[in-house]
C-alpha cells in the first residue's frame, strides 16, 4: 500500500523567511497531493493541493511542486508570519485512500 | 451553508464498550471518509463511503464498521473498545468518491477510552 514520508518533524525559522517541507510517496499511481493545516486542538484544513498532471501550483505565498518521477512533493511557504505557526501534514490519494505523513511542527521565531 | 459536522465532540467510555460516532457531510457531498488521529501524529484512514457503499478501507481490525445511511450521513462504530482505540475521530466529506477530490473535515470526535 502507499506509504508517505515527511521531513522534518520540525522547523524553526525566522518571521519573514522561508519554510520548506518535503513529502515522498511510493504509489505511483497515487494522483492528488493536498497539504493540511492543522492548529492545535482544530480540524485539518486544506490550504493548497496538487494533482499529478500539474507540476507546480501557487497561492499567494505558498507554492506545492511535485516530482513524479522521483516522488517527491514539497511545500514552500515564503515571507512567513507568526499565523503560520501549526503542525503540516501532507498526504497522497489512491484507490480511495488518503494517507498522510507524520507532520511538521512549523515555529515561526518573532 | 453548514460545514461538516460530528457528534458527540467528546466521549469517554470503558474497555471493552462500544462506542458509535455520527458524521454529517455538507450538503450535497455523496462521500464520507473516516480517520484516526492519534496525539501527535497524522490522520490514519480507516473507510471511505460513497453513495452507500464502501470504496475503501484501511488497516484496521474487524472492531471497527461503518455505514453510510441515504442521507449520506454516516456512523463509525467501534466494539471492544481498547485503550489504544483513545484518539482523535475525523469524518470528512466531498462531493464525490474520486481520490482526486476535496475533503472537508468536521471538528472531530475526542474518545478517551480507560
Known amino acids: 500500500g502507499e506509504n508517505v514520508e515527511q521531513h522534518p518533524s520540525t522547523l524553526s525559522v525566522q518571521e519573514g523567511d522561508s519554510a520548506v517541507i518535503k513529502c515522498t510517496y511510493s504509489d505511483s499511481a497515487s494522483n492528488y497531493f493536498p497539504w493540511y493545516k492543522q492548529e492545535l486542538g482544530k480540524r485539518p484544513q486544506l490550504i493548497i493541493d496538487i494533482r499529478s498532471n500539474v507540476g507546480e501550483k501557487k497561492d499567494q505565498r505558498i507554492a506545492v511542486t511535485l516530482n513524479k518521477t522521483a516522488k517527491h512533493f514539497s511545500l514552500h511557504i515564503t515571507e512567513t508570519q507568526p499565523e503560520d505557526s501549526a503542525v503540516y501534514f501532507c498526504?497522497?490519494?489512491?484507490?480511495?485512500?488518503?494517507?498522510w505523513g507524520a507532520g511538521t511542527k512549523l515555529i515561526i521565531k518573532p | 451553508d453548514a460545514g461538516v459536522t460530528q457528534s458527540p465532540t467528546h466521549l469517554i467510555k470503558t474497555r471493552g464498550q462500544h462506542v458509535t460516532l455520527r458524521c454529517s457531510p455538507i450538503s450535497g457531498h455523496k462521500s464520507v471518509s473516516w480517520y484516526q488521529q492519534v496525539l501527535g501524529q497524522g490522520p490514519q484512514f480507516i473507510f471511505q463511503y460513497y453513495e452507500k457503499e464502501e470504496r475503501g478501507r484501511g488497516n484496521f481490525p474487524d472492531r471497527f464498521s461503518a455505514r453510510q445511511f441515504p442521507n449520506y450521513s454516516s456512523e463509525l462504530n467501534v466494539n471492544a473498545l481498547l485503550l489504544g482505540d483513545s484518539a482523535l475521530y475525523l469524518c470528512?466529506?466531498?462531493?464525490?468518491?474520486?481520490?482526486?477530490?476535496?475533503?472537508?473535515f468536521g471538528p472531530g470526535t475526542r474518545l478517551t477510552v480507560l
Open positions: 470528512a466529506s466531498s462531493q464525490q468518491g474520486q481520490s482526486y477530490n476535496e475533503q472537508f
Open positions: 498526504a497522497a490519494s489512491t484507490h480511495y485512500q488518503l494517507i
